[in-house]
């Protein structure tokens, strides 16, 4: 009797350290350790490439890098590869478009699959090619008479200045000062009066001191991804020497998109009657597809339960039979 309780406390044992084991397998991810250019870094300019390297092997198939210039603009080569000389299977690059690069920012989007369980992780980070205030071009056009930026009624989305004696007004038109705003894409939008946009004249973006990027021609918006938080938006005009010459900006609060729709929309939904639920069906329960972030975790614990099973077959059988 004791050596049968020994072997079914032996088979529970087993199936404990089979757990251990597994789990942490069913959560590995190859996250990006380092890049050149480096992440959230500056260069002088635009590199030919870019290589990151992740905390462990990387599946060829599904793994990639991606490059976009502020307004979306795709500007790699589309050659992502992991590369299969690295033993390590560590190291992925991909060639960026040189001539499409200008001064600014740019946002990588990144994916990788993990060579030892197919788990899937994704991410995105900056880095800066030059600085958006340098000047371009070998000649220096003649400065024009600034006026120091006033603020009308102490509001911050409004810029005062004059140049050469005419008023130019700079306006943050959304969001508005102190708006709450949902967390994802928002939209900044501004407006200029008294200079035309284009050759002479620009915009820029900022979130807090960091530059998001700079706007073409006569554009005068600009998207960002915020995260939840709070932030003071930024918005300046540049001159052609890509000097900052007005300035606005406002105080937003970026809170989850429930959170958000619910601040911005109070009295709808006090005066809305509750809706009464439509009768829904019950989907029925299905196994989860093999491969992906569920493939070998899941069959690994799937394992580990059976081993309990048995372990506690065998002794409650070993019990009886005596």
């Given at each position: 009797?004791?050596?049968?309780?020994?072997?079914?406390?032996?088979?529970?044992?087993?199936?404990?350290l089979?757990?251990?084991?597994?789990?942490?397998l069913?959560?590995a991810?190859?996250?990006?350790?380092?890049?050149?250019?480096?992440?959230?870094?500056?260069?002088?300019?635009?590199?030919?490439?870019?290589?990151?390297e992740?905390?462990?092997?990387?599946?060829a198939?599904?793994?990639?890098?991606?490059?976009?210039?502020a307004?979306?603009?795709?500007?790699?080569?589309?050659?992502?590869?992991?590369?299969?000389?690295?033993?390590e299977?560590?190291?992925?690059?991909?060639?960026l478009?040189?001539?499409?690069?200008?001064?600014?920012?740019?946002?990588?989007?990144?994916?990788?699959?993990?060579?030892?369980?197919?788990?899937?992780?994704?991410?995105?980070?900056?880095?800066?090619?030059?600085?958006?205030?340098e000047?371009?071009?070998?000649?220096?056009?003649?400065?024009?008479?600034?006026?120091?930026?006033?603020h009308?009624?102490?509001?911050?989305?409004?810029?005062?200045?004059?140049?050469d004696?005419?008023?130019?007004?700079?306006?943050?038109?959304?969001?508005?000062?102190?708006?709450?705003?949902?967390?994802?894409?928002?939209?900044?939008?501004?407006?200029?009066?008294?200079?035309?946009?284009?050759?002479?004249?620009?915009?820029?973006?900022?979130?807090?001191?960091?530059?998001?990027?700079?706007?073409?021609?006569?554009?005068?918006s600009?998207?960002?991804?915020?995260?939840?938080?709070a932030?003071?938006?930024k918005?300046?005009?540049?001159?052609?020497?890509?000097?900052?010459?007005?300035?606005?900006?406002?105080?937003?609060?970026?809170?989850?998109?429930?959170a958000?729709?619910?601040?911005?929309?109070?009295?709808?939904?006090?005066?809305?009657?509750?809706?009464?639920?439509?009768?829904?069906e019950?989907?029925?329960?299905?196994?989860?597809?093999?491969?992906?972030?569920?493939?070998?975790?899941f069959y690994?614990?799937?394992?580990?339960?059976?081993?309990?099973?048995?372990?506690?077959?065998?002794?409650?059988?070993?019990?009886?039979?005596?």
């Amino acid at each position: 009797m004791k050596k049968l309780t020994a072997f079914a406390i032996s088979a529970l044992l087993f199936a404990a350290l089979g757990f251990v084991a597994f789990a942490p397998l069913a959560q590995a991810h190859a996250e990006l350790k380092e890049c050149t250019p480096a992440i959230d870094g500056t260069v002088a300019t635009a590199p030919e490439k870019l290589t990151c390297e992740t905390s462990q092997a990387m599946k060829a198939e599904g793994s990639s890098l991606q490059v976009f210039d502020a307004n979306g603009v795709q500007v790699d080569k589309g050659d992502s590869a992991v590369d299969l000389n690295d033993p390590e299977r560590t190291i992925i690059s991909v060639s960026l478009d040189t001539a499409k690069m200008k001064d600014g920012v740019y946002t990588v989007k990144w994916t990788t699959v993990s060579a030892d369980d197919s788990d899937q992780a994704t991410g995105e980070f900056n880095f800066t090619v030059g600085h958006a205030m340098e000047m371009h071009g070998t000649e220096t056009p003649a400065a024009a008479e600034t006026s120091t930026v006033t603020h009308p009624n102490d509001d911050p989305s409004i810029g005062v200045i004059t140049i050469d004696g005419k008023q130019v007004t700079l306006k943050i038109v959304s969001p508005a000062n102190d708006a709450t705003v949902p967390a994802g894409d928002v939209k900044i939008e501004a407006a200029v009066d008294g200079v035309q946009l284009g050759e002479d004249y620009h915009l820029h973006f900022y979130l807090g001191d960091k530059l998001l990027g700079m706007a073409e021609g006569a554009e005068t918006s600009f998207t960002a991804k915020l995260e939840p938080g709070a932030y003071e938006v930024k918005v300046t005009l540049g001159d052609s020497n890509h000097q900052d010459i007005n300035n606005a900006s406002v105080h937003v609060t970026v809170a989850a998109a429930e959170a958000a729709q619910a601040t911005a929309t109070p009295a709808a939904t006090e005066a809305a009657p509750a809706a009464t639920p439509a009768p829904t069906e019950t989907a029925p329960s299905t196994l989860p597809a093999t491969g992906g972030e569920v493939g070998f975790g899941f069959y690994a614990l799937l394992a580990v339960l059976g081993l309990v099973i048995f372990g506690a077959g065998t002794f409650v059988y070993a019990r009886n039979k005596q």
